[in-house]
């Protein structure tokens, strides 16, 4: 299907700097949970990352190799006690057989459309349409989908600690799947859906070629959503990144604030727009990607929301 000639930007869709709720620091008490693909968990343990793609796609999983490390909370910028564990180091990913015939109508801004096989837009990060959790393994990058919220109330779906997939879509032509979260009742900094960016299990990713995220979104969601992209400088060890959490000086991710309207529409989001929350310091190094996540700011999160995102990738200049 033919995209729009160009896709919503932050500033476009009436963005604001900062967060809605100013959250507390990484001491501040709270509870976290992370979901994440088909993972180990308690310190990161070895478990298959089933990754069976459609359209000939090839299934990556401990019998064929593929160790990947446990996947588990990642706290947002509030702190608060993580529930299982990640390893940045936790083994190589399997083989990977070739990709679905057919492809992808890539469009100059506001994402890809998957108008035929999987993965096969240039750049993508994910389509969904190859029925799993993990995203496309082009580009060299590998990772899995996730979910994550404060704490506060427990109907978040999927849940936490559970396989985060795909979920059928009939209203967007040329696409028949995406990945989807929804709950209510979040009362301190919301809940979370997102996905580790690796060049392997251990390594940050270099998106230093490209300059802006692209992606489709709908809701309804009343209120504002943060899109951030992690990198490892702000990320702690133990979620891939280097930062070290004593220091004080870790999450407060850079991203930008969005309001999405209830109908799917393309949204491009530059690098240069990209800040850290609460007015934190430090550039954005698109050179050391960790992981992109779409989060439902509170008092959004307190009320009922349905965020649907679909064929998100990266943009060359």
């Not at 995209?3 to 869709?13: A, C, D, F, Y």
């Not at 900062?18 to 343990?45: K, Y």
Request: charged share 15%; with cysteine; aromatic share 8%.
């Amino acid at each position: 299907m033919p995209l729009p000639s160009l896709g919503r930007s932050p500033t476009q869709r009436g963005a604001s700097p900062f967060l809605l709720l100013v959250l507390g620091c990484s001491s501040a008490p709270g509870v976290l949970f992370e979901s994440g693909g088909v993972s180990g968990f308690d310190g990161g343990g070895s478990a298959a990352s089933q990754l069976a793609s459609g359209g000939g796609g090839g299934v990556a999983s401990a019998a064929s190799g593929g160790a990947e490390a446990g996947r588990a909370g990642s706290p947002a910028s509030n702190g608060g006690t993580s529930s299982g564990g990640e390893t940045a180091n936790g083994g190589s990913a399997g083989a990977l057989g070739s990709a679905g015939a057919g492809g992808l109508m890539a469009s100059a801004r506001g994402g890809a459309s998957s108008v035929a096989g999987p993965c096969q837009a240039p750049h993508i990060l994910d389509d969904a349409e190859d029925h799993n959790g993990a995203i496309c393994r082009v580009d060299g990058h590998v990772g899995n989908w996730w979910t994550t919220n404060d704490g506060t109330n427990d109907n978040q779906q999927p849940k936490p600690g559970s396989v985060v997939t795909f979920q059928r879509v009939t209203d967007r032509p040329g696409s028949s799947l995406a990945m989807h979260t929804s709950g209510s009742g979040f009362k301190a900094w919301g809940a979370t859906l997102g996905f580790d960016v690796r060049a392997a299990p251990a390594l940050p990713y270099d998106a230093s070629a490209f300059d802006a995220l692209t992606f489709y979104a709908k809701g309804p969601v009343d209120g504002s959503i943060r899109v951030s992209i992690r990198v490892s400088a702000v990320t702690p060890t133990m979620y891939g990144g280097t930062c070290v959490e004593s220091s004080g000086s870790c999450y407060h991710y850079h991203g930008v604030e969005l309001t999405i309207s209830d109908a799917w529409e393309p949204y491009r989001i530059s690098f240069a727009e990209l800040l850290r929350e609460n007015d934190w310091d430090g550039a954005f190094d698109p050179a050391s990607v960790v992981g992109v996540e779409f989060r439902i700011n509170n008092p959004a999160s307190t009320k009922d929301f349905s965020l649907w995102i679909d064929d998100v990738g990266f943009e060359l200049p």
